[in-house]
């Protein structure tokens, strides 16, 4: 079992920047790939980011150029750097780790609000 509790979401005005964590109980964190959703309400829940074990990351086209994904494994953490930030991005952020292709390595953190507004 893995816990994950993100941090670092809060209130920001359009243009600014907001750096989010999550911090996982894994054993053999290295081994997961790493990945960051969001969900807006009347929205699906929808994959902004991911980084897997060997620090490859993708990005959703929406963030691009503007949030930025990494791992610090000796701390079990991810990150999410967001700059630029829009009124659009406003939503709650999940982490989620996995051990693709194995399904039965699944999990998701709490969330956490991130809301863009002047």
């Known amino acids: 079992q893995v816990q994950l509790v993100e941090s670092g979401g809060g209130l920001v005005q359009p243009g600014g920047s907001l750096r989010l964590t999550c911090a996982a109980s894994?054993?053999?964190?290295?081994?997961?790939?790493m990945y960051w959703y969001r969900e807006s309400p009347g929205n699906q829940r929808e994959l902004v980011a991911s980084?897997?074990?060997?620090?490859?990351?993708t990005y959703a086209d929406t963030v691009k150029g503007r949030f930025t994904i990494s791992r610090d494994n000796a701390k079990k953490m991810v990150f999410l750097e967001m700059t630029a930030l829009k009124p659009e991005d406003t939503a709650v952020y999940y982490c989620r780790a996995r051990r693709p292709p194995l399904t039965d390595y699944d999990y998701w953190g709490q969330g956490t609000q991130v809301t863009v507004d002047s």
């Open positions: 980084i897997s074990s060997a620090a490859k990351t």
């Open positions: 894994a054993n053999i964190f290295t081994i997961y790939t």
